[in-house]
Each structure stands twice: as C-alpha cells, then as structure tokens.
C-alpha cells in the first residue's frame, strides 16, 4: 500500500486575526427589533406574535411549530434559539413576578424569586447556549439555574410515554365497550411501570392504581426550577 500525505494549506496569521475579529459573537439574550430599532439591526427581527404564529398546529397548517419543523429543521431550531434568548417586556410576562414580589413568602416562596426578562437570563452558560446558570441573584437568596443541556431530548421523551400510555387507555376503553365488561390494563413504557387503570363500559377510567404520572397520564421528565 503507498501512503501518500495530502497538502497542508496554511494560512498566514493575518487571516486568522481578521477571522477571529469579524466573527460575530453569540448573544445570550437578544431584544426584539420591532420594539428596539436601532443601526445595528442587532436583535430579532420577528416579533412575538410573528414567532408564535399558528401555535403548536400541525403539518399542514402555515406559520404552526409543526409546520416549519417538518418543513425547515434548522429555521425551527433558530426560531426556538432565538425565543429562548428573547427579552420579553412586562405586558408579555417578564418572568417569575409572582404577586408582583409582595404578600406572605412563608406560604407562598415564589414571592421571593429573582426577576429575569428572558429565559437566557438564568441559563445562559456557556455564553449563547441553553445551557446551566450561574449563581442567580434572588430576592432574598439565590439559587444555581438548572442546566439544559439533553432537555429537547428528555421531552420528546416525555411526549412519547404520554403517547403510549394514552393509546393503552384508548385500548382499554375500546375493549371495555366491546366486550361488555370492566378490563383492567397495566401502564408501561420504556420498559418503566406506571401502575394500572380500570376501565368501564361507560368509557369512563378509574385511575386510583395510576403511578408515576398525572391521573391525564402524560409523561414529565424535566426538572423545573423553584
């Protein structure tokens, strides 16, 4: 076998500077460009409601989540970037201003939340990323903002445990219906037990033995922030 070597191309140093220079940094949190205009057009060119669009929606509806995903994989990831960088106003819901900070933090400790105007303003380590937080300023503590990293995935995790659960309900029901008599089905999915559920004749659920889940049996693996 003969190894031959492939050219090395070099770059004078001069071009390196010029590319560490006009690159352009990442923003942990962006404003919106229809409320602060500026030379720059530094910021998000959409607005909220531009961004939310249709909602959720589905394949076929224009302008939906659903729609640009399947459509646009990369637009849809941008889009979602850029929501979580967004500083939001006061009327859009800012953050965590439970009781606009006042009444009785014993009984209710979201009270005492920090303010943030944007999601990136708790986790935005490393710089530009969804990713942990740092030491959070609160009133009257603080608190270390939970990472993101592997959370996209941990969802769709969630939604598909909801999905089977939901389609073994709809089994159990179809099933009750049809053989004129109460069956009981046991939960599972992902190789994980989520109890069992009753169902009866007259399409209702007894959900008493449900475990690990809501009584709506969706899934949740994501871990909030208190």
Do not use: W
Not at 64 to 90: C, E, M, W
């Amino acid at each position: 076998m003969i190894s031959r070597s492939m050219p090395v191309l070099r770059a004078p140093p001069l071009v390196f500077a010029l590319l560490v220079i006009t690159t352009p940094l990442a923003q942990a949190q962006l404003t919106d460009l229809t409320q602060t205009p500026n030379i720059e057009k530094a910021g998000i060119t959409k607005s909220l409601q531009q961004q939310i669009g249709a909602g959720v929606g589905d394949a076929l509806t224009p302008g939906s989540s659903t729609f640009i995903i399947k459509r646009d994989p990369a637009r849809s990831v941008r889009r979602g970037r850029q929501l979580f960088q967004r500083k939001f106003t006061d009327a859009q819901g800012v953050g965590p201003r439970t009781a606009d900070g006042v009444g009785d933090i014993s009984s209710n400790p979201n009270i005492g939340a920090g303010l943030s105007d944007s999601c990136a303003g708790c986790h935005a380590r490393p710089r530009g990323s969804a990713g942990a937080g740092g030491d959070v300023g609160t009133r009257p503590d603080s608190r270390d903002a939970p990472h993101l990293f592997g959370l996209g995935l941990k969802e769709m995790l969630a939604d598909e445990i909801t999905t089977d659960l939901r389609n073994i309900r709809a089994q159990a029901i179809s099933s009750a219906q049809t053989n004129h008599t109460t069956v009981t089905a046991r939960l599972q999915s992902k190789g994980i037990s989520y109890g069992s559920i009753r169902a009866f004749t007259n399409g209702t659920v007894d959900t008493s033995s449900v475990e690990g889940v809501d009584t709506d049996l969706k899934g949740a693996t994501i871990r909030r922030a208190r």
